[in-house]
């Protein structure tokens, strides 16, 4: 059975810094494209980050970029998310997703494998 598990959420005040991390279990996922999104309550869930496999490129979206770090450790068959300036806006649960395939996308559907997700809470 293949499982993402994220950890790494928490209280936080504003400035402060978290990483998440996200486990892959039941599968590698060493060549496939991994990301992670998230959800503010009343809002719609959105893309925040990825990266793709193989080359190991990565993206933001503009809200992060130059405060968010994503990485990998194939060897751990393990994503990161190092979040550092952390504002209230980031307040959200955050979620690890899988890509069907190598490349990057911010569409959901092209992820096909999701955690549970882990709650972030930015204290202003």
């Known amino acids: 059975q293949v499982q993402l598990v994220e950890s790494g959420g928490g209280l936080v005040q504003a400035g402060g810094s978290l990483r998440l991390s996200c486990a892959a279990f039941?599968?590698?996922?060493?060549?496939?494209?991994m990301g992670w999104f998230r959800q503010a309550p009343g809002k719609e869930r959105e893309f925040v980050s990825a990266i793709s496999g193989s080359l190991g490129n990565t993206y933001y979206t503009d809200s992060v970029k130059g405060r968010f770090t994503i990485s990998r450790d194939n060897a751990k068959n393990t994503v990161y998310l190092q979040m550092n300036s952390l504002k209230p806006e980031d307040t959200a649960v955050y979620y690890c997703?899988?890509?069907?395939?190598?490349?990057?996308?911010?569409?959901?559907?092209?992820?096909?494998?999701w955690g549970q997700g882990t709650q972030v809470t930015v204290s202003s």
């Open positions: 039941g599968r590698t996922f060493s060549n496939n494209a």
């Open positions: 997703a899988a890509a069907r395939g190598s490349y990057y996308s911010r569409n959901f559907s092209v992820y096909n494998y």
